[in-house]
Protein backbone atom coordinates (compact mmCIF):
# COMPACT_ATOMS: atom_id res chain seq x y z
CA UNK A 1 0.00 0.00 0.00
CA UNK A 2 1.59 3.20 -1.03
CA UNK A 3 1.82 5.70 1.57
CA UNK A 4 3.48 8.52 -0.11
CA UNK A 5 1.95 8.99 -4.44
CA UNK A 6 3.53 11.31 -6.93
CA UNK A 7 0.42 11.04 -9.62
CA UNK A 8 2.81 12.38 -12.39
CA UNK A 9 4.98 10.26 -13.77
CA UNK A 10 6.94 12.74 -15.95
CA UNK A 11 6.56 16.81 -16.27
CA UNK A 12 7.86 19.13 -19.02
CA UNK A 13 8.71 23.07 -18.41
CA UNK A 14 10.09 25.33 -20.54
CA UNK A 15 13.33 27.15 -19.17
CA UNK A 16 12.83 30.30 -16.53
CA UNK A 17 9.03 28.96 -16.12
CA UNK A 18 8.28 27.78 -12.90
CA UNK A 19 8.15 23.70 -12.02
CA UNK A 20 5.16 22.36 -9.54
CA UNK A 21 5.52 18.63 -8.39
CA UNK A 22 3.09 17.38 -6.34
CA UNK A 23 3.31 14.38 -3.85
CA UNK A 24 0.10 12.86 -1.59
CA UNK A 25 0.51 11.07 1.58
CA UNK A 26 -1.94 9.21 3.36
CA UNK A 27 -0.45 8.29 7.01
CA UNK A 28 -1.19 11.42 9.11
CA UNK A 29 1.73 10.04 11.30
CA UNK A 30 3.89 11.44 9.04
CA UNK A 31 5.52 14.71 10.64
CA UNK A 32 8.82 15.32 8.25
CA UNK A 33 8.60 15.80 4.44
CA UNK A 34 11.82 15.68 1.88
CA UNK A 35 12.03 16.22 -1.31
CA UNK A 36 14.83 14.44 -3.40
CA UNK A 37 16.31 15.22 -6.66
CA UNK A 38 17.89 12.03 -8.48
CA UNK A 39 20.38 11.66 -11.66
CA UNK A 40 20.68 8.83 -13.98
CA UNK A 41 23.46 6.56 -12.25
CA UNK A 42 23.66 8.27 -9.22
CA UNK A 43 22.02 7.92 -5.67
CA UNK A 44 18.79 10.51 -4.72
CA UNK A 45 20.53 13.53 -2.88
CA UNK A 46 18.48 15.54 -0.24
CA UNK A 47 17.23 19.08 -1.68
CA UNK A 48 14.73 20.07 0.89
CA UNK A 49 12.65 19.17 3.45
CA UNK A 50 9.81 20.60 6.13
CA UNK A 51 8.17 19.56 9.72
CA UNK A 52 4.76 19.94 9.82
CA UNK A 53 4.71 22.48 12.08
CA UNK A 54 5.39 24.53 8.98
CA UNK A 55 3.41 25.11 6.03
CA UNK A 56 6.80 26.73 3.52
CA UNK A 57 10.08 26.20 3.42
CA UNK A 58 12.15 28.13 1.16
CA UNK A 59 15.68 27.24 -0.33
CA UNK A 60 17.07 29.81 -2.94
CA UNK A 61 15.22 28.81 -6.29
CA UNK A 62 13.13 25.76 -4.44
CA UNK A 63 10.07 26.23 -2.07
CA UNK A 64 8.33 23.13 -0.69
CA UNK A 65 4.50 23.92 0.09
CA UNK A 66 3.08 21.52 2.89
CA UNK A 67 -0.88 21.56 3.21
CA UNK A 68 -1.43 19.32 6.23
CA UNK A 69 -5.91 19.37 6.01
CA UNK A 70 -5.26 18.17 2.22
CA UNK A 71 -2.26 15.50 3.32
CA UNK A 72 -0.73 17.35 0.07
CA UNK A 73 3.17 18.68 -0.10
CA UNK A 74 4.60 20.39 -3.64
CA UNK A 75 8.03 21.61 -4.55
CA UNK A 76 8.15 25.06 -6.78
CA UNK A 77 11.49 25.62 -8.94
CA UNK A 78 11.61 29.19 -10.37
CA UNK A 79 12.87 29.61 -12.33
CA UNK A 80 13.55 26.67 -13.73
CA UNK A 81 16.55 25.48 -15.23
CA UNK A 82 17.81 22.90 -18.05
CA UNK A 83 20.36 21.29 -15.06
CA UNK A 84 17.17 21.09 -13.17
CA UNK A 85 16.31 17.72 -15.29
CA UNK A 86 16.03 14.93 -13.25
CA UNK A 87 13.85 12.52 -10.90
CA UNK A 88 12.25 13.83 -8.14
CA UNK A 89 11.74 11.82 -5.40
CA UNK A 90 9.32 12.90 -2.29
CA UNK A 91 9.56 11.10 1.19
CA UNK A 92 8.11 11.44 4.86
CA UNK A 93 8.99 10.26 7.74
CA UNK A 94 6.52 9.49 10.80
CA UNK A 95 8.04 8.73 14.52
CA UNK A 96 10.17 5.93 13.75
CA UNK A 97 13.04 5.93 11.63
CA UNK A 98 11.68 4.80 8.63
CA UNK A 99 11.27 6.54 5.24
CA UNK A 100 8.62 6.25 2.93
CA UNK A 101 9.12 7.45 -0.89
CA UNK A 102 6.75 8.07 -3.71
CA UNK A 103 7.41 6.43 -6.95
CA UNK A 104 8.87 9.90 -8.76
CA UNK A 105 8.48 12.43 -11.10
CA UNK A 106 10.66 12.97 -14.18
CA UNK A 107 11.06 16.46 -14.90
CA UNK A 108 12.38 17.69 -18.07
CA UNK A 109 13.45 21.37 -17.94
CA UNK A 110 13.51 22.48 -21.97
CA UNK A 111 15.65 25.17 -22.96
CA UNK B 1 30.01 15.92 4.12
CA UNK B 2 28.05 12.81 4.76
CA UNK B 3 29.99 9.92 2.42
CA UNK B 4 28.24 6.69 1.75
CA UNK B 5 29.90 4.39 -0.33
CA UNK B 6 29.35 1.20 -1.87
CA UNK B 7 31.50 -0.83 -3.57
CA UNK B 8 30.80 -1.61 -7.00
CA UNK B 9 28.81 0.99 -9.22
CA UNK B 10 28.10 -2.46 -11.47
CA UNK B 11 27.88 -5.98 -10.89
CA UNK B 12 27.01 -8.62 -13.64
CA UNK B 13 26.52 -11.99 -11.66
CA UNK B 14 24.83 -15.56 -13.19
CA UNK B 15 21.37 -16.85 -11.76
CA UNK B 16 21.91 -18.95 -8.93
CA UNK B 17 24.77 -17.18 -7.69
CA UNK B 18 25.02 -15.61 -3.88
CA UNK B 19 26.35 -11.74 -4.21
CA UNK B 20 27.03 -9.39 -1.39
CA UNK B 21 26.50 -5.88 -2.07
CA UNK B 22 28.52 -3.74 0.59
CA UNK B 23 27.80 -0.11 1.82
CA UNK B 24 30.10 1.94 4.23
CA UNK B 25 29.15 5.45 5.89
CA UNK B 26 31.85 7.24 7.35
CA UNK B 27 29.13 9.55 9.78
CA UNK B 28 28.54 7.19 12.57
CA UNK B 29 25.08 6.72 11.89
CA UNK B 30 22.97 4.60 13.76
CA UNK B 31 20.55 4.02 10.55
CA UNK B 32 21.44 2.34 7.22
CA UNK B 33 18.98 1.37 4.37
CA UNK B 34 18.77 -0.60 1.49
CA UNK B 35 16.68 -0.08 -1.35
CA UNK B 36 16.06 -0.87 -4.99
CA UNK B 37 14.37 1.14 -7.78
CA UNK B 38 12.84 -0.09 -10.62
CA UNK B 39 11.03 2.33 -13.58
CA UNK B 40 7.62 2.94 -12.18
CA UNK B 41 7.87 1.83 -8.69
CA UNK B 42 10.38 3.90 -7.36
CA UNK B 43 12.42 3.61 -4.21
CA UNK B 44 11.55 0.03 -2.11
CA UNK B 45 12.59 -0.34 0.85
CA UNK B 46 14.64 -4.09 1.49
CA UNK B 47 15.75 -4.03 4.85
CA UNK B 48 16.83 -1.68 7.68
CA UNK B 49 19.20 -1.44 10.41
CA UNK B 50 18.70 1.27 13.51
CA UNK B 51 21.82 -0.67 15.23
CA UNK B 52 24.74 -3.08 14.95
CA UNK B 53 23.39 -6.97 14.88
CA UNK B 54 19.77 -5.02 14.24
CA UNK B 55 17.70 -5.56 11.57
CA UNK B 56 13.75 -5.04 9.95
CA UNK B 57 12.40 -6.28 7.35
CA UNK B 58 10.98 -3.58 4.42
CA UNK B 59 8.22 -3.90 1.59
CA UNK B 60 10.26 -6.56 -0.24
CA UNK B 61 12.56 -8.77 1.75
CA UNK B 62 11.76 -11.83 -0.03
CA UNK B 63 15.16 -13.16 -1.88
CA UNK B 64 17.38 -11.00 0.34
CA UNK B 65 19.15 -10.86 3.81
CA UNK B 66 21.24 -8.20 5.45
CA UNK B 67 24.42 -8.00 7.75
CA UNK B 68 25.25 -5.13 10.06
CA UNK B 69 28.55 -6.52 12.36
CA UNK B 70 29.76 -2.94 12.29
CA UNK B 71 28.11 0.43 12.62
CA UNK B 72 29.69 1.89 9.71
CA UNK B 73 28.60 -1.47 7.24
CA UNK B 74 26.39 -2.92 6.34
CA UNK B 75 25.64 -5.58 3.58
CA UNK B 76 23.25 -6.57 1.58
CA UNK B 77 23.00 -10.43 0.50
CA UNK B 78 20.97 -12.07 -2.49
CA UNK B 79 21.14 -15.59 -1.38
CA UNK B 80 20.44 -17.31 -4.51
CA UNK B 81 20.44 -15.02 -7.57
CA UNK B 82 17.06 -14.64 -9.95
CA UNK B 83 16.86 -12.41 -12.87
CA UNK B 84 13.64 -10.74 -11.32
CA UNK B 85 16.42 -9.02 -8.81
CA UNK B 86 18.15 -7.06 -11.82
CA UNK B 87 18.01 -3.97 -10.74
CA UNK B 88 19.71 -0.33 -8.80
CA UNK B 89 20.39 -0.97 -5.57
CA UNK B 90 20.62 1.72 -3.31
CA UNK B 91 22.43 1.84 0.55
CA UNK B 92 21.43 5.11 2.94
CA UNK B 93 22.01 6.21 5.85
CA UNK B 94 20.31 9.04 8.77
CA UNK B 95 20.65 9.42 12.15
CA UNK B 96 18.44 8.47 15.00
CA UNK B 97 15.47 10.66 15.15
CA UNK B 98 15.23 12.07 18.80
CA UNK B 99 18.97 12.08 18.85
CA UNK B 100 19.36 15.42 16.28
CA UNK B 101 16.99 17.72 14.66
CA UNK B 102 14.86 15.60 11.93
CA UNK B 103 18.10 14.78 9.42
CA UNK B 104 17.42 13.30 6.26
CA UNK B 105 18.80 10.18 4.34
CA UNK B 106 22.27 10.19 2.79
CA UNK B 107 22.59 7.69 -0.11
CA UNK B 108 25.27 6.37 -1.81
CA UNK B 109 25.60 6.56 -5.61
CA UNK B 110 24.02 2.62 -5.79
CA UNK B 111 25.32 -0.45 -7.54
CA UNK B 112 23.38 -1.45 -10.99
CA UNK B 113 23.39 -5.06 -10.55
CA UNK B 114 22.46 -7.62 -13.37
CA UNK B 115 21.38 -11.13 -13.52
CA UNK B 116 21.84 -12.98 -16.45
Known amino acids: DQQVKQNSPSLSVQEGRISILNCDYTNSMFDYFLWYKKYPAEGPTFLIS?????DKNEDGRFTVFLNKSAKHLSLHIVPSQPGDSAVYFCAALNTGNQFYFGTGTSLTVIP | DVKVTQSSRYLVKRTGEKVFLECVQDMDHENMFWYRQDPGLGLRLIYF???????EKGDIPEGYSVSREKKERFSLILESASTNQTSMYLC???????????????FGDGTRLSIL
Open chain 2, 49 to 55: SYDVKMK
Open chain 1, 50 to 54: ISSIK
Open chain 2, 92 to 106: ASSSRRGQALNQPQH
